[in-house]
């Protein structure tokens, strides 16, 4: 294809470009798609029996916020760097970093601390299937809004948004779940984040805007 044919090609296939909504707009419709993911949560799965006397207690206060701040942050880091030009601001991404950590920490820590328990994989695959099923819905509102963006980097904003719903669905499962065993909590609830958010680095190929448009010709 030489020079005057591809510029037929581009002009032919010019078309109105849709602005992108502002950030605080996506984070807004983001956070309501994931209040929504966590009622239907409460409505289809319930929730723990204890819960009103765990909520109070500085452990489950501190799992739940870390938990929280990695799925808010997640996101929120995902939308900045989803359009160029936005991602100045490397504070959300501190912040997802530390809520990871500080609930990452927290795991190890009752590791050594508590004695071992058994290991129930039935339980275990309810609580980790209650955060995959509530997860997905908000990893796919933040993959929409990443495909109509411009990334330049698309693996790290797939990584991102899987964290960010597979934060969601931790958050589902903890409150779902009445089982505090520590290794329960990483075999079940931890390492299903991990999983869902690695998987957003095979994701973030479909976001990759010059891909697409090189595919066209």
């Excluded at 719903?165 to 079940?188: P, Q």
Aim: aromatic share 12%; charged share 10%.
């Amino acid at each position: 294809m030489n020079t005057e044919d591809l510029i037929h090609k581009l002009v032919l296939d010019l078309k109105p470009v849709k602005r992108v909504s502002s950030i605080e707009a996506r984070f807004l419709f983001w956070l309501c798609a994931a209040v929504l993911s966590l009622v239907v949560a409460i409505f289809v799965v319930g929730l723990r029996p204890d819960l009103l006397s765990e909520i109070t207690s500085v452990k489950f206060g501190f799992q739940m916020g870390a938990i929280a701040g990695l799925a808010i942050f997640s996101a929120l880091t995902a939308i900045l760097i989803s359009v160029p030009g936005s991602e100045a601001s490397r504070m959300p991404f501190i912040l997802t970093v530390a809520s990871f950590l500080g609930w990452f920490v927290y795991l190890i820590g009752t590791v050594m601390t508590s004695p071992a328990e058994a290991l129930h994989a039935g339980e275990g695959i309810c609580c980790s299937r209650t955060a995959l099923l509530f997860a997905l819905p908000v990893v796919g509102v933040l993959a929409v809004m990443a495909y109509r963006a411009a990334p330049i980097r698309p693996r790290l904003v797939g990584l991102f948004l899987a964290f960010a719903g597979a934060g969601v669905g931790a958050l589902a499962a903890l409150i779902s779940c009445a089982n505090d065993n520590s290794m329960h909590l990483i075999v079940w609830h931890f390492l299903p984040l991990l999983l869902i958010g690695s998987a957003g680095v095979f994701l973030g190929y479909f976001f990759n805007w010059q891909r697409r448009a090189v595919s066209r010709f």
